[in-house]
C-alpha cells in the first residue's frame, strides 16, 4: 500500500469518527436527564458497547434513543434485529446485541425500561415532562439550523446571482430574501 493509499485511508477513518462524535440533541437530552436521575441506569445503557454509544448518540441515527430495544441477557441497548415467527403464526421481533452477543425475542424497548426503572425513583409525571422538555429543546435547535440554512441559501442565491451571467440579478428579490431570513430569526 501507497503512502498516499495510507493516508487516504487514515482520513476516511478520521472522517467517520468525527461523523460519529456530532450527538443528535434529543439522544443526549435523554441520557442527561436519565444521568441526573439515575446514573447506574444511563452508565450501563451503553456499558461495554461502545459502538452502540456512537450509533445511538450520534446525528445519524436511524431510530429515536427511546425505540432502541434492550437485550434481555446484559441489559444494554441493542439494535432491532428482524422478525421470527413462532410455531402458532404469530410475528415476534428480536434484538441481537453486541456486547453479548445474545438474540433477545420480545424485547423491551428503552422508553418501557426507562420507565420500569424510574417508577420507584421518580413521579411518573417527571418522565412525561422530561419528553416534553428534550422534545422542545430539540425542537429548538432544529429551528435554529433552519434559519442558518435559510440564510446561507440565501447567500449562495446571491453570490449565484452575481456569478453567473445568464441570470439577472434582481436586487428587489435579494432584499426581500434578507428581510425574510432575517423575519424568520
Not at 459502538?51 to 432502541?68: K, Q, T, W
Given at each position: 500500500m501507497s503512502d498516499v493509499q495510507a493516508q487516504m485511508k487514515t482520513d476516511k477513518h478520521e472522517a467517520m469518527?468525527?461523523?460519529?462524535?456530532?450527538?443528535?440533541?434529543?439522544?443526549?437530552?435523554?441520557?442527561?436527564?436519565l444521568e441526573g436521575v439515575y446514573p447506574a441506569f444511563a452508565k450501563k445503557l451503553f456499558e461495554g458497547a461502545p459502538l452502540m454509544r456512537n450509533i445511538v448518540m450520534s446525528n445519524y441515527n436511524p431510530m429515536d434513543i427511546l425505540e432502541y430495544p434492550i437485550c434481555g441477557k446484559c441489559e444494554t441497548v441493542s439494535l432491532p434485529f428482524n422478525q421470527t415467527m413462532d410455531k402458532k403464526g404469530a410475528w415476534h421481533e428480536t434484538c441481537k446485541c453486541f456486547k453479548c452477543g445474545s438474540v433477545t425475542v420480545d424485547p423491551p424497548l428503552v422508553r418501557d425500561w426507562f420507565v420500569d426503572e424510574l417508577k420507584k425513583r421518580v413521579p411518573i409525571e417527571f418522565i412525561d415532562k422530561m419528553e416534553y422538555l428534550v422534545d422542545s429543546v430539540?425542537?429548538?435547535?432544529?429551528?435554529?439550523?433552519?434559519?442558518?440554512?435559510?440564510?446561507?441559501q440565501a447567500r449562495m442565491m446571491k453570490k449565484e446571482a452575481y456569478t453567473n451571467t445568464d441570470l439577472v440579478c434582481d436586487e428587489k428579490a435579494t432584499d426581500d430574501i434578507k428581510k425574510e431570513a432575517i423575519l424568520n430569526e
Amino acid at each position: 500500500m501507497s503512502d498516499v493509499q495510507a493516508q487516504m485511508k487514515t482520513d476516511k477513518h478520521e472522517a467517520m469518527q468525527r461523523m460519529f462524535q456530532q450527538y443528535d440533541p434529543r439522544s443526549l437530552g435523554v441520557m442527561h436527564a436519565l444521568e441526573g436521575v439515575y446514573p447506574a441506569f444511563a452508565k450501563k445503557l451503553f456499558e461495554g458497547a461502545p459502538l452502540m454509544r456512537n450509533i445511538v448518540m450520534s446525528n445519524y441515527n436511524p431510530m429515536d434513543i427511546l425505540e432502541y430495544p434492550i437485550c434481555g441477557k446484559c441489559e444494554t441497548v441493542s439494535l432491532p434485529f428482524n422478525q421470527t415467527m413462532d410455531k402458532k403464526g404469530a410475528w415476534h421481533e428480536t434484538c441481537k446485541c453486541f456486547k453479548c452477543g445474545s438474540v433477545t425475542v420480545d424485547p423491551p424497548l428503552v422508553r418501557d425500561w426507562f420507565v420500569d426503572e424510574l417508577k420507584k425513583r421518580v413521579p411518573i409525571e417527571f418522565i412525561d415532562k422530561m419528553e416534553y422538555l428534550v422534545d422542545s429543546v430539540a425542537a429548538s435547535m432544529l429551528q435554529k439550523q433552519k434559519r442558518e440554512f435559510d440564510l446561507m441559501q440565501a447567500r449562495m442565491m446571491k453570490k449565484e446571482a452575481y456569478t453567473n451571467t445568464d441570470l439577472v440579478c434582481d436586487e428587489k428579490a435579494t432584499d426581500d430574501i434578507k428581510k425574510e431570513a432575517i423575519l424568520n430569526e
